[in-house]
Each structure stands twice: as structure tokens, then as C-alpha cells.
């Protein structure tokens, strides 16, 4: 079975082997944070035809969905490129890339939660367990095609330095994608004092952005201009998810996505795509 032949909920666990991985997790003496990122029992959608999810157009997919759909678009991912996601976290980059590219694009990661390293090795990455705190990324010069961080950036003391990091690692003309939560420009200063002042662990939020603060850090790491930019967007001003059916209805989910990249200093969350 291909990904192109996943119709079903089953499907997607037998083709990933979801249900193996379980039993094997369950066997672990040293696991201290098992994890079940799919649950037949309440993901019974197969959200955008391609992961389980709780509703036909999950919100929050739509990082993935959008991103990936935009990437294509630009010509920006061909069999063969090599790809680092950065906070893996349970791969879900990947099920999405792997209904176009599935065994063509050469998967690596960094993730520092050992269960979920271990998950994204079992879906095929090869996985990195680094401590992004340190400030630096085990690889060389130029050795990726396309580097992901979905949801990482905001969680690391030092992000202009890891940014650096991947803009290093990342080839010329290759993209970065960096998405991060985003609030209101006076929420965003307080929120981020509030991280500041707090005792924090590994893991932890540090810091917060807005849309335009995010892209600015971006863009001054990289050394970039503006022209860089291949696309930013957020996804919703607000969710049902599994409150309410409204995101299992198309013009609900086209409506968010209209709001969502016109109305970006009210969107909780945004990509930036860029190229160096």
C-alpha cells in the first residue's frame, strides 16, 4: 500500500505500522513519557485525507497542510533533497510530505524527547537527540536542502542562534521554514517578560512573538531582505476542533484560511517560508 492508497483510519496505522510501535513503546523499562500522538478511539476522521485527526479539515494540521502544499507550488521539494525538521516531534511533517514524496526525500531530525525520537525513527527520519539549548546543530555546511521548525523556535532561550544554525547548514537557494505561535504586540512583550522572570525547565516556552518580530529575527539571522520571503501566513482567528463539527465543513476551513492570512496580527500562529 502506497499513501496515495490510504482511505481509512486503518489504513493509515497499518501503513505506518502505528499499532507495532505501541507494543514495542510498551515495552519500555527506561520510557518515562510514553506517548500516543493517533487514537482510533478519537481521531475518527482521516483529517485532509492523509492523518487521523478529530475533524475532515483540522485547524491544526493546516501548518503542514498549507506548508507543504505552498512548497510544492514553488518547485521547492524534488526527489532526492535532503530534509532536516528541527523538533520533530512526532513526524507529522513527514505523513504529509509522504503523499507526494514518499521514499524520495532523505529524512533527518532533532528531537530531544526520546519517545518521540524513537517514533520518528520508526516512520522513517533519521533522528538526532540534541539539546537545541546548546546553540549549535550537528551537521555541516550546506548539507540540507530544506530545513523545517515548526513550533521549536519559541521554546529555546537562544533563537537567533539557532536560526543561524540552520541558515549554516541550509544549501544556497534552499528554504527555511520556521512557524511559531504569534500574539498581539503588547501581549507578546509581556508574555515574553513573564517567560523571562519564571523558572523555567528544558522544554519550556521562552519567548513570544508577533508576526512581524518573528519575521524580523528571521530575516537578521539569515542576513536576508524581504525579497527572501516566499510566503507568510497564520491559519484561523480561532478553532472548534473538538468542541464543535465546524471544522469537518470545507467553507468553514476556506473561510479560516482567508482570515488567517489577511488578519495576521489576530492569528495565534504563522509560518514563514524563506529562501536563502
Known sequence: MTTNQIKTINDFFNHYQIDTFYDTQAKWEWSQNPIQPFNKAVHKKLSFGKIPGYRNYDLFYERYESAVEILRKEGAVQAGMKVLDVG????FFKF???RYYENQLDWHGIEVWKERAEFCRHIGYNIQEVN?????LPYGDGEFDLVLASHVIEHIPNPAQIIQEMGRILKKGGVLLIATPTKLPLISHLDSYYHKISKRNTGDTQQAFTHKSIEKLTL???GLSKEAIIDKRGFRIFSSRK???LENWKWFYELSKKLGKNWMYFVPEINLIVRK
Do not use: H, I
Not at 520533530?88 to 513526524?91: A, Q
Not at 537545541?132 to 549549535?136: I, N, T, V
Open 88 to 91: 520533530s516531534g512526532e513526524g
Open 96 to 98: 504529509f510530505f509522504d
Open 132 to 136: 537545541l539549548e546548546a546553540g549549535k
Open 220 to 222: 537578521d539571522a539569515l
Open 243 to 245: 468542541k464543535l463539527p
